[in-house]
Structures are given as C-alpha cells and as structure tokens.
T-cell receptor
Framework: NAGVTQTPKFQVLKTGQSMTLQCAQDMNHEYMSWYRQDPGMGLRLIHYSVGAGITDQGEVPNGYNVSRSTTEDFPLRLLSAAPSQTSVYFC???????????FGQGTRLTVV | KQEVTQIPAALSVPEGENLVLNCSFTDSAIYNLQWFRQDPGKGLTSLLLIQSSQREQTSGRLNASLDKSSGRSTLYIAASQPGDSATYLCAVNQAGTALIFGKGTTLSVSS
C-alpha cells in the first residue's frame, strides 16, 4: 500500500496565486484532515472530513477550501496565496474516529 | 479549549541512557493519545497509540503510559541510540475528529 500520498512535495507561489495541494489515500479511510506546521506553533488543524461529502473547519481555516467527493481524495485549495501561508502542510487519514492516524510526507509551500 | 504541552522542548543524552519524554493535556475527555516521531524535513511516523481506556502500550524499546485523570502521558525510551535522534510529538484525539498536537521534544542522542 502507498498509504497517504501528497503532491507536490515542494511549491513556490507568488502572492495572489491559487493552487491545490493534493492528498490521496488507498486505505479506504473515512477520516481525513489537513494540518499546517510552523516553527514555534506546532501542527494546527486546517480542515477535516469524516467521510465523502462531509467537511468541517479546524483551528485555522481562513484562506483555504476543501472538498471530499471521493473517499480516497481530500484536496486543499489555496484561494489567493499570502506570505502567511508559507508553511509545511500535512495530510492525515484514519479508518475511524478513535483509531491510529497516518500522515503523508508533507508539502513545503513558500509564498513570495 | 484543549491544550497539549510537552516538556522538555529539547533533550540531549549520551547513547545507552534510558529517558522519559512528558506530555500533558488540559481536558481529560479524549478518545486516545498518539505519539509520533518526526525526522528533520520529513513526515510524521506513528509510534504508539493509547486508547482512553488503556494505561500503557509497548513497542520494542518504547513504552507509552497514559494517566487520563491527571492529564499526563509519558514516552519511555530504553537504551537510547543515535538513531533515536528526532522530534517526538504527542497528540490527543478529542471529539474523534482530529488531533491536537504538542510542540514536541527534540531529542539528540550522542555516540
């Protein structure tokens, strides 16, 4: 199994550009979530999904959109990139709400 | 609001030492607690998961305990090795939706 796959691994954007960070899992997990990791702040939840068609906001959702049209995919969209969105982004999945979470290798995003 | 704290923020030990990493949380109403390892520039690797009804979990040289009533968890690493050098993160699963993380303990094991 590939597990949780994130693409791209690195990305540089100009302020105001939009892009989509991809996340796919092949484990048929219901729960998926996006986090950002910043120095001194730890990992913070952006958005999460408890199943296809269901999403909700986390701690820092502003500037990001998500959708969950399939069980496998949970893309994160940056609508208009800002330097404050420079971060490392992690996607995670788990089979149920009370089970082990598995993380992707991350996307390192720089907004200039 | 749940807050997760990890102490110490950094730790340096010589090879072979046994060590304990600490994690505390403010709200005991959790589903489970998970310990992760993160190497520089890499993703998170799950080490141990402790359900709220459990007291401890073991995997090889690692042992994690959970005292939900006092809001504490410890990760015990036996006979540390240079390859154990990494950042260790604890995270609590509250409300069963997503994880709330501590800021981590960066461990350096010297040979």
């Amino acid at each position: 199994n590939a597990g949780v796959t994130q693409t791209p691994k690195f990305q540089v954007l100009k302020t105001g550009q939009s892009m989509t960070l991809q996340c796919a899992q092949d484990m048929n997990h219901e729960y998926m979530s996006w986090y950002r990791q910043d120095p001194g702040m730890g990992l913070r939840l952006i958005h999460y999904s408890v199943g296809a068609g269901i999403t909700d906001q986390g701690e820092v959702p502003n500037g990001y959109n998500v959708s969950r049209s399939t069980t496998e995919d949970f893309p994160l969209r940056l609508l208009s990139a800002a330097p404050s969105q420079t971060s490392v982004y992690f996607c995670a999945s788990s089979p149920r709400r009370d089970t082990e979470a598995f993380f992707g290798q991350g996307t390192r995003l720089t907004v200039v | 609001k749940q807050e997760v704290t990890q102490i110490p923020a950094a730790l340096s030990v010589p090879e072979g030492e046994n060590l304990v990493l600490n994690c505390s949380f403010t709200d005991s109403a959790i589903y489970n607690l998970q310990w992760f390892r993160q190497d520089p520039g890499k993703g998170l690797t799950s080490l141990l998961l402790i359900q709220s009804s459990q007291r401890e979990q073991t995997s090889g040289r690692l042992n994690a305990s959970l005292d939900k009533s006092s809001g504490r968890s410890t990760l015990y690493i036996a006979a540390s090795q240079p390859g154990d050098s990494a950042t260790y993160l604890c995270a609590v699963n509250q409300a069963g939706t997503a994880l709330i993380f501590g800021k981590g303990t960066t461990l350096s094991v010297s040979s």
